[in-house]
């Protein structure tokens, strides 16, 4: 069985460009998470989405990330405009659903310059 | 609010020497309890949890966890590390099982042969 998937695995970008972050789930899996971890921390939840509706997206600073799961299957994280304090790895994880374990990808490590 | 320590930033240990990994929660209801393990570039592994029942858990590679509510401990052991256990390993809470996770700031393991 395939893992959870990302892409790009690493992004380097100058400030104030925009970037984007894409995730496969594992197949059939209907809930989606993203994390930001920071160099020397646990992930933080950022948003999570059952299906295609987010339903929990408290912590995700709307002003500058965006995110999307259109068909309830891929994901996109989306930071415009990219600022130096963003630099870190986001994290995609899926679960069969709520309460259910969470399976990580690899992350993708993105570099603000 | 719920929150997680880890006290070790680093830790280094010797091939075959035995490990615990420290970490502290505080939760105001029975917690559920986890750790996971990040080898470098690779996401998230559950290593093993803790919903309910037996204090004493036993997880995948070795390892193993103790719950005790007296110190508001979940302390993760291993008899004998093996170099392939360098990696960061994430002590995490959950309010309602796997949802709503807070993970502590981790802890760095070496081994030395």
């Known amino acids: 069985e395939a893992g959870v998937v990302q892409s790009p695995r690493y992004k380097i970008i100058e400030k104030k460009q925009p970037v984007a972050f894409w995730c496969n789930p594992i197949?059939?899996?209907?809930?989606l998470y993203w994390y930001l971890q920071n160099l020397g921390q646990g992930p933080e939840l950022l948003i999570r989405?059952?299906?295609?509706?987010?339903?929990?997206d408290s912590q995700l600073p709307k002003d500058r990330f965006s995110a999307e799961r259109l068909k309830g299957v891929d994901s996109t994280l989306k930071i415009q405009p990219a600022e130096l304090g963003d630099s870190a790895v986001y994290l995609c994880?899926?679960?069969?659903?709520?309460?259910?374990?969470?399976?990580f990808g690899p992350g993708t490590r993105l570099t603000v310059t | 609010a719920q929150s997680v320590t880890q006290p070790d930033i680093h830790i280094t240990v010797s091939e075959g020497a035995s490990l615990e990994l420290r970490c502290n929660y505080s939760y105001g209801a029975t917690p559920y309890l986890f750790w996971y393990v990040q080898s470098p570039g690779q996401g998230l592994q559950l290593l093993l949890k803790?919903?309910?029942?037996?204090?004493l858990v036993q997880g995948i590679k070795g390892f193993e966890a103790e719950f005790k509510r007296s110190q508001s401990s979940f302390n993760l052991r291993k008899p004998s590390v093996h170099w392939s256990d360098a990696a960061e390993y994430f002590c995490a809470v959950g309010q309602t099982s796997y949802d709503k996770v807070i993970f502590g700031p981790g802890t760095s393991l070496s081994v030395i042969p």
């Open positions: 994880a899926s679960s069969t659903g709520l309460g259910f374990e969470q399976y």
């Open positions: 803790y919903f309910s029942g037996d204090t």
């Open positions: 989405y059952e299906n295609e509706e987010a339903v929990d």
């Open positions: 197949s059939g899996h209907n809930t």
